[in-house]
């Protein structure tokens, strides 16, 4: 299958400090990313959908100003954790849209996950 | 898109298949069965989709009901490397893509 490099792979931080972390397509052009953040023991929460070249589209309750995304080309997106705080300590988890042949063979590959511990 | 149902978990004795089942009863015509799973600490990994027939892959198969309103998704002969959480997951081909995670079902696979 497809592969989503996801960078990097955990991160501690002071509260008060910024995190980048990046998510790339490897072998195929993603115009849609998505960000997930999993807290332990639950499952996977969509964050926001990422579109090249446009603001990214946030679910209900996550603060865009809090976590920015970026997705300047049709391989790399980031998302920004700014002004971290120890409630933000989750692994953040992305993936990309493989649209493959249309409908049918469309996918989602999803990166290896970040774990950020904010202190 | 529909909403879905799995056990919260499953045993399976290593070398057997794992059959694990998935109710999506208000799945509609346009909508896929999609299968991940998610091994400890790593990101979520494609296994399967279909729409109305059955499908195999490498990995496993996927049995829909004919009236699409439930599906197993059936690993042939488990390993303990199977151990890990399996998310069905019911997405329409027409939205944006995105796949919306219930709580899965954690499989472990014993010797």
């Known amino acids: 299958g497809a592969v989503v490099s996801q960078h990097p792979s955990r991160v501690i931080c002071k509260s008060g400090t910024s995190v980048k972390i990046e998510c790339r397509s490897l072998d195929f052009q993603a115009t849609t990313m998505f960000w997930y953040r999993q807290f332990p023991k639950q499952s996977l929460m969509l964050m926001a959908t990422s579109n090249e070249g446009s603001k990214a589209t946030y679910e209900q309750g996550v603060e865009k100003d809090k976590f920015l995304i970026n997705h300047a080309s049709l391989t790399l997106s980031t998302l920004t954790v700014t002004s971290a705080h120890p409630e933000d300590s989750s692994f953040y988890i992305c993936?990309?849209?493989?649209?493959?042949?249309?409908?049918?063979?469309?996918?989602?590959?999803f990166g290896s996950g970040t774990q950020l511990s904010v202190l | 898109d529909a909403k879905t149902t799995q056990p919260p978990s499953m045993d399976c004795a290593e070398g057997r298949a794992a059959n694990l089942p998935c109710n999506h009863s208000?799945?509609?015509?346009?909508?896929?069965v999609y299968w991940y799973r998610q091994i400890h600490s790593q990101g979520p990994q494609y296994i399967i989709h279909g729409l109305k027939n059955n499908e195999t892959n490498e990995m496993a198969s996927l049995i829909i009901t004919e009236d699409r309103k439930s599906s197993t998704l059936i690993l042939p002969h488990a390993t303990l490397r199977d151990t890990a959480v399996y998310y069905c997951?019911?997405?329409?081909?027409?939205?944006?893509?995105?796949?919306?995670f219930g709580q899965g079902t954690t499989l472990q696979v014993k010797p």
């Open positions: 993936s990309a849209r493989d649209y493959g042949q249309g409908p049918w063979g469309e996918k989602l590959f």
């Open positions: 208000t799945i509609s015509g346009n909508e896929y």
């Open positions: 997951i019911v997405r329409g081909s027409s939205n944006t893509g995105k796949l919306i």
